[in-house]
């Protein structure tokens, strides 16, 4: 089928770069199409059913874009409010929350975590006697810092990742309760990656907080590649996972939400790899054009041109062997 | 191509599909084909849109009254009379089906356009996987079609991007009609139905505006987001020719042709500028209409301001300079560029872009943030440095500011502290000092206004000619190390180069100068000579290790640039030939001639001597190992004389039984010497007797006398004849010589420290006068020179031990060896008289040898003495030996001689001998090198001639100082000019101090002042060599068996001088 656009029916570029994100990931449209139909005083209101409506009507209708606006709408009544411009990583939460929230089976639930969430385990060890507490988390994203602690520029995807699992360790004002010793103590803090979901969400920590309230986007280049094998970026300790799980930690570059503009106020848009197809779109709101590898690299960020279009969500997905 | 044209030539398969496809549409093919262009001129998908009925209506109606306009152009045939039955049936049908329906029309339309597009895809895609084993172009081209098919791409968006922005004008003109006359909130008809209809109809209106507007916003977001991609690709692009403009300014190949990325820049500035209007007139239609939560207001700066962002970017990246600046006649080494020589550079704007009412202004300046480095020297630009950017009358041309003649000049006040390296003031030394010129242009063009500015490379500034071959071996350092084209401190701390880097670029070099790179062999032996070892990939060179004096005296650097100058001035052809094997070690050669048959000989370069030449030969002796003997190499200033074929064909060993036989019978690996040789041998005149029957028949060759345990042999000049039977003298060869080369520095190599003694005091300068007869060409083929050979070589008997041992051992033994020349000076005279005999004409081999030596002699300390006292003999010999009837073309020349020499001998004021230098230069006339020997000639004469002090004058002159500075670490010699100063009064406390000494004790004297220089001076090995034992004519470390023995001056008759001489 041939890519469909969506308007923006009010700065809601961030949103329409998501969803079109969700409804070219065919994994999430097959949970989405078995939702059960709310009754129809609730149709109104539920996101799922309403992004199910909004597919169907992409993928029906003969137009080359259509307009959210029921979902627009429906969002709206969850406190997603239309003419607001949304962090796309935080609006993902939300999205993914509301969707998960408002899917009535069990199943579907389980499938929708299941696709998406990653497990980490977290340890912190005290330094002073061996004491350790571990600590199972699911993320839904790897927010990944691009500068290190001296703030210098992490060169690839995978340094980040590589810096993301470095054990810490929280000493001076970061110390932590120990107790077995009775008192504060110096910790050492690491996670390791225990499993990993069908799609794997990248957030990019592209927007830092310098002094006061005064947001700052960096724009500098970092480069991500298309494939990605964690078991060549993370050491046998940052893992904790058996060797099946880790065989399938192999993945392939899928959508990148990409933003241009400043902190404050900016543009999104969302490149995606059709997964039946095998080939690079754009969508740009209403705008739908197919692109190449090389438009995709475009948003490796640059410098001197902060303007320009900079990944800040990389989307994954796992590799099959065929 | 337009999209039919190309459905039609897909293949049948997909042909085929796009049949079933019209089969069942209410659009007929034909209807399709008859209005091809037009139907994919519209934009079928927005007249689709449920609120734009008008454009739908529009479009249907156009399309029916073209498809009538259609029918009526065709003929009366009897192929037409189908097609306009059909057509017309279809105008009837689609006229009854969508009347009502214009949208639906338009988006049946729309949808079948997209899926020819489809199949289309499907097909090309298919015709490419059929056709994937087919040789892809190479990628090079590849990236250029993708460059241009991102170009029009980017064209056709923008198309597109105007036809939504010209339909929202119509859509805001339509809404902006109605909102005036409809709009009344004044008079309260809320509850009239009819204007409650009106108010609805407005609203909807102005959501179909709001829409358009999003859409068209949409489309301009997606048009910067392939612009910047676009712009990648063409910065990369760039990045490439930088790179290859750069490797070819070292020599290196490239195509730096800037035509098609100027086209690019050029495209994609139009584009932007373009959708720049664009977005000022989306701005001009939110000035007229907006309304709450208008996208235009939103979101038109932020693309405004990335849109300009991304046009500075472009526009600064597009200002390059195309020519790096470079002298005109040094094309193959820009970069050096030498004081108050000219120069040009060009800048060139890609982006084609300007206002012919507007002139924009290029200027240019030097080092505008000069490093901070001590000692760093400033120059000025002396011609205009500003200029208005040339459009050029045809567009091909584009945008240029071209800077020539430019002349650059040191700012005076800096001279105070500049040291040039002569006392280390400066860390720096001159030719490590990079130099940077910007280009700044004040570019306007509709309404943007932005500084570009661009850089060339760093370049180096000489001042004089000798600093030449170093300041390039910084120019090659820089280019091919550094990352950063600014970087002007390069040189504090130069990185190591990677070997296969360097080899790469040594590689050009000699690609670029001889045409013939070097060969893997070649560079393992250059590998291991710098490194010591066999290289690695991880090998690394310093940079002292390549451009500072090595253990042989002289620099890596200095070493091959040497041998590129002889390759270049006399062994191209060879070199090209792959006749010369060239750098071979010892070891190595030897382990190549040991299997070959007696009398295989190669060519290689000197390990030793700067610039030179060599041939080893293998014999293998009936008991024993095999012998390897070598020649003594070759320089400049003999090829100059005689071509290296004809001194290989000639050459001569003196056996035993004093019969000369020539040792040089097969180039290796095993080709006969007349065949690798033969086409280079110069031709033998046949000798028309008419002519020159007064003249013996005589030309030049080369012989070696075979002298046990060593390993070179020695070798003399000889003047042979070339026919016992008629001994007719024969000018041969004497018209290809080359002017000037012997005596006279060649600026970059092994010449230059001749030039040091000639500044370090007089008598030096005058040592040329005597070599200068045998420089000029004319000289050497007539009678006279021979004469005046004839006499020098007498003398040079005499004096021989000091300047060369090696000769010695021939000639001092026989002093009655004196004699026979003087029969050979007369030849001439006695032209029926041959029988010269074979002893006689072996001592006449002697002679000449001492002719070599005396060529050195004008550039050697320990030479030019005894060659003054040389010169007292020769004079007379001359007068004794010439009689002026005999060679009336040359009369003019000779007295000259002879006048300077007489200076020499009566009065010795150095004033005075120097004028007489500018008869030297009279009669070196045509010789240019001699000019520069005398640095531009004009300077040290007329500095000499305006200071009676030579310390003075020394002291003064910056020019010498300059000199000396350049000769490679002559500054080391002569940290200061009061150094040169104190060396000076070291000489003349020694002149008084001797009272009326002849010339000889003065002589012997010298070698001790070049003794207490090494010490008190730290003479470096560089300069060593230059006045002591690394002189190409004296004996090498491999051969210096024989002690200088400089007592043999006592024999000398003394010469009187006088200690007010060197006042």
């Keep these: 089928t041939e890519a469909v656009g969506l308007y923006n029916v009010g700065e809601t570029c961030c949103l329409n770069s998501l969803l079109q994100v969700f409804f070219m990931n065919i994994h999430f449209t097959r949970i989405l199409r078995r939702i059960t139909v709310p009754s129809p005083a609730w149709r109104r209101s539920n996101v799922p059913y309403q992004m199910l409506l909004l597919l169907e009507k992409m993928q029906c209708g003969k137009c080359k874009a259509v307009w959210p606006t029921e979902l627009a709408y429906c969002l709206a009544e969850h406190r997603v409010k239309l003419f607001v411009q949304y962090d796309a990583a935080q609006l993902f939460l939300t999205l993914w929350n509301l969707l998960k929230k408002q899917m009535k089976k069990p199943e579907l639930v389980e499938e929708l975590s299941d696709l998406y969430t990653i497990h980490i385990r977290e340890h912190l060890a005290c330094q002073n006697c061996s004491f350790e507490i571990k600590n199972n988390s699911t993320m839904l994203t790897l927010p990944l810092p691009v500068l290190d602690a001296n703030s210098h520029r992490l060169k690839t995807l995978e340094h980040c990742l590589q810096y993301f699992f470095l054990p810490e360790e929280l000493t001076g004002q970061n110390m932590c309760f120990c107790q077995q010793c009775g008192r504060e103590t110096p910790f050492l803090q690491s996670r390791k990656l225990v499993q990993l979901p069908e799609t794997l969400t990248l957030h990019l920590k592209r927007f830092c907080f310098e002094r006061s309230s005064y947001t700052l986007k960096l724009s500098h280049s970092l480069p991500f590649p298309q494939e990605l094998d964690f078991r060549e970026i993370l050491t046998e300790n940052q893992c904790q996972a058996d060797d099946s799980e880790k065989a399938s930690w192999q993945y392939e570059l899928f959508a990148v939400v990409a933003h241009s503009g400043y902190s404050s106020w900016g543009h999104y848009c969302a490149y995606i790899r059709s997964l039946t197809e095998c080939r690079w779109y754009c969508f740009n709101d209403s705008h739908v054009c197919q692109v190449s590898w090389d438009d995709v690299k475009c948003t490796y960020g640059r410098s001197n041109l902060s303007l320009r279009e900079t990944a800040y969500l990389l989307f994954y997905m796992k590799k099959h062997p065929q | ?1063």
């Design chain 2, 1 to 1063: 191509m337009a999209q039919w044209q190309e459905v039609q030539s897909l293949a049948n398969t997909y042909l085929e599909q796009v049949h079933q496809l019209y089969a069942g549409s209410a659009l007929p093919m034909a209807v399709r084909q008859c209005l091809a262009a037009w139907i994919e001129d519209q934009n079928w998908r927005q007249a689709a849109e449920p609120l734009s009925s008008g454009h739908a209506r529009m479009l249907f109606h156009s399309l029916l009254v073209l498809l009538g306009e259609c029918l009526g152009s065709l003929g009366s045939g009897h192929e037409e009379f189908m097609l306009k039955h059909n057509l017309r049936k279809a105008q009837r049908d689609l006229q009854a089906e969508f009347e009502k329906k214009p949208e639906g029309f338009a988006n049946l339309v729309a949808n079948l356009l997209q899926e020819e597009r489809r199949i289309l895809r499907l097909g090309q895609a298919g015709g490419q996987g059929g056709s994937a084993p087919a040789p892809s172009p190479a990628p090079e081209s590849g990236r250029e079609q993708q460059i241009q098919r991102r170009l029009a791409e980017f064209h056709t968006a923008l198309q597109e991007a105007e036809r939504s922005f010209r339909h929202l004008e119509d859509l805001q003109d339509a809404f902006d009609f109605c909102y005036k006359v409809h709009y009344r909130p004044a008079d309260n008809r809320s509850n009239d139905p009819g204007y409650i209809q009106e108010l609805q109809a407005l609203q909807a209106k102005l959501q179909s505006l709001d829409r358009q507007r999003r859409e068209v916003l949409a489309q301009m977001q997606q048009l910067l987001g392939r612009s910047e991609t676009l712009q990648e690709l063409l910065q990369e692009e760039l990045g490439g020719w930088r790179l290859r403009q750069q490797r070819l300014c070292l020599g290196g190949p490239g195509d730096t042709n800037l035509r098609p990325l100027e086209t690019w820049f050029t495209e994609l500035g139009q584009g932007l500028f373009q959708l720049r209007q664009l977005l000022r007139a989306l701005q001009d239609l939110r000035q007229k209409v907006t309304y709450e939560r208008d996208p235009l207001v939103a979101e038109t700066p932020l693309l405004e301001q990335r849109l300009q962002e991304q046009l500075t970017h472009l526009l600064k990246s597009a200002f390059v300079v195309e020519q790096q600046p470079s002298t005109p006649n040094a094309s193959r080494r820009p970069l050096v560029l030498r004081t108050a020589s000219k120069f040009s550079a060009r800048a060139r704007l890609l982006v084609r872009l300007h206002d012919r009412n507007h002139h924009m202004e290029a200027r240019i300046h030097i080092d505008r943030d000069p490093p901070n480095i001590k000692g760093f020297r400033k120059f000025n630009i002396l011609t205009s440095s500003s200029k208005t950017l040339l459009a050029g009358d045809s567009p091909q041309e584009g945008l240029v500011c071209d800077f020539q003649y430019l002349t650059l000049k040191e700012q005076k006040e800096s001279r105070a502290g500049k040291g040039k390296g002569s006392s280390g003031e400066g860390p720096l030394v001159v030719t490590e000092e990079l130099h940077l010129i910007t280009f700044t242009l004040a570019y306007a063009y509709c309404g943007l206004e932005l500084e570009l500015e661009t850089t060339t490379l760093p370049f180096v500034i000489i001042s004089n000619n000798n600093q030449f071959s170093s300041a390039w071996a910084s120019i090659l350092w820089f280019n091919m190390l550094s990352s950063d084209p600014k970087a002007q401190q390069f040189f504090s701390s130069p990185p190591p180069a990677p070997w296969p880097r360097l080899a790469e670029v040594l590689n050009w070099q000699f690609q670029s100068v001889a045409e013939r790179g070097l060969s893997r062999d070649n560079l393992l032996m250059l590998a291991e000579k710098l490194l010591g070892s066999k290289p690695s990939q991880d090998s690394t060179v310093t940079w002292p290790k390549f451009s500072k004096d090595g253990p042989a005296g002289f620099s890596f650097w200095a070493w091959l640039d040497g041998i590129l100058g002889l390759l270049q001035e006399h062994l191209k052809q060879l070199w090209k030939d792959e006749l010369i094997l060239g750098f071979v070690s010892r070891k190595q050669e030897k382990k190549l001639l040991k299997s070959k048959c007696t009398g295989t000989f190669l060519l290689r370069f000197s390990e030793s001597v700067l610039g030179g030449v060599t041939f080893t030969w293998v014999e293998h002796p009936e008991k024993g190992s095999p012998t390897f003997q070598a020649v003594d190499p070759y320089t400049a200033s003999e090829l100059v004389s005689l071509a290296l074929p004809d001194i290989i064909h000639d050459y001569q060993m003196m056996v035993e039984e004093n019969i000369p036989e020539n040792p040089l019978k097969y180039l290796y690996p095993s080709t006969p010497r007349d065949e690798a040789f033969g086409p280079y041998y110069s031709q033998r005149q046949k000798e028309t007797l008419s002519d020159s029957q007064k003249y013996l028949n005589r030309r030049l060759i080369r012989v070696s006398s075979r002298q046990p345990g060593k390993w070179q042999t020695e070798e003399e000049l000889v003047v042979a004849t070339e026919n016992l039977e008629m001994l007719q003298l024969q000018p041969r060869g004497q018209g290809t010589q080359q002017a000037g080369g012997l005596a006279l520095p060649q600026p970059q190599t092994s010449g230059t420290p001749q030039v040091t003694p000639g500044c370090l005091g007089t008598p030096q300068g005058v040592a040329t006068s005597p070599g200068v007869p045998q420089v000029t060409p004319e000289c050497l083929g007539t009678p006279q020179g021979v004469a005046s050979r004839l006499g020098i070589a007498q003398v040079t008997a005499t004096c021989l031990g000091t300047l060369q041992p090696r000769g010695l051992g021939m000639l001092q033994p026989q002093p009655q060896n004196l004699e026979p020349p003087r029969v050979a000076a007369g030849v001439p005279d006695i032209q029926g008289t041959l029988h010269v005999a074979p002893g006689a004409v072996g001592t006449v081999q002697v002679l000449p040898g001492g002719l070599g030596m005396l060529q050195v002699g004008a550039g050697d300390l320990g030479t030019l003495q005894g060659q003054q006292g040389t010169v007292a003999v020769y004079t007379e010999t001359l007068q004794g030996a010439v009689e002026p009837p005999r060679v009336p073309e040359e009369k003019g020349t000779l007295p000259a001689a002879l006048r300077e020499l007489e200076l020499l001998q009566g009065s010795r004021d150095v004033q005075e001998l120097l004028q007489g230098s500018r008869d030297v230069q009279e009669l070196l006339q045509g010789s240019r090198d001699v000019q520069e020997l005398l640095q531009g000639s004009q300077d040290v004469q007329e500095l000499l001639q305006g200071s009676r002090d030579v310390q003075e004058l020394l002291q003064g002159s910056q020019d010498v100082q300059e000199l000396l500075q350049g000769s490679q670490d002559v500054q080391e010699l002569l940290p200061e000019s009061q150094d040169v100063q104190e060396l000076l009064q070291a000489l003349e406390g020694l002149g008084p101090g001797s009272g009326s000494l002849g010339a000889l004790e003065e002589a012997e004297l010298m070698p001790s002042v070049v003794e207490s220089l090494e010490e008190s001076f730290q003479l470096s090995p560089g300069s060593a060599a230059l006045l002591d034992h690394h002189d190409p004519f004296l004996p090498q470390p491999e051969d210096s068996a024989l002690p200088a023995v400089s007592s043999l001056f006592t024999d000398f008759p003394p010469l009187q001088l006088d200690a007010s001489d060197f006042q």
